[in-house]
């Protein structure tokens, strides 16, 4: 069974930083594609930034050049490393992959003041 566990959510004033976390069980780990998704209130869940195996990333326009998507493939963990946070970055942020169907983590709230 696919598990996935975000931590690392908080209360952030706007220019800080936040690092999440998700751990991942149940899966080839090193051969997952895993994917960071945020849905802010009554919004959309939105694609953040995605990192393959072997270590190629990718984002969204708007977190370009502020997150960093990292993972380590030891511990089966992947990161989000947010700097330069704004408000409009407070959202529900979920880690998500897909073997035999898409799963999702129970997210981890952010919340940036302004």
């Known amino acids: 069974q696919v598990q996935l566990v975000e931590s690392g959510g908080g209360f952030v004033q706007a220019g800080g930083s936040l690092t999440l976390s998700c751990s991942a069980s149940?899966?080839?780990?090193?051969?997952?594609?895993m994917s960071w998704y945020r849905q802010a209130p009554e919004m959309m869940r939105d694609w953040v930034a995605v990192?393959?195996?072997?270590?190629?990333?990718n984002y969204r326009n708007a977190v370009k050049g502020r997150f960093t998507i990292s993972r380590d493939d030891a511990k089966n963990t992947v990161y989000l490393r947010m700097d330069n946070l704004k408000p409009e970055d407070t959202a529900v942020y979920y880690c998500s992959t897909i073997t035999t169907t898409r799963f999702w983590g129970q997210g981890t709230q952010v919340t940036v003041s302004s």
């Open positions: 990192i393959a195996s072997g270590g190629v990333t």
């Open positions: 149940g899966l080839d780990f090193i051969s997952q594609t």
